[in-house]
């Protein structure tokens, strides 16, 4: 029974550990998806349409 017990605490210290991190995983995602947005993501937009606009202009 008192192994038992133990094994419950353990298994709800997991869960609400893992619920825990699981939200500031998703906070800081969040912000790093929207730092991509502002820095990463323009660039590559731009060097597309740099290349799509050269492409369109040779033919």
Known sequence: MIGDLVWWKY???AVL???A???VLRLFMRDVI???DLWVLPA???KKCGVRRRAS???
């Open 44 to 46: 590559r937009h731009l």
């Open 11 to 13: 298994v709800a210290l």
């Open 21 to 23: 991190l699981g939200i």
């Open 34 to 36: 929207a730092w991509l």
């Open 17 to 19: 550990f893992g619920a």
């Open 57 to 59: 202009g040779q033919r």
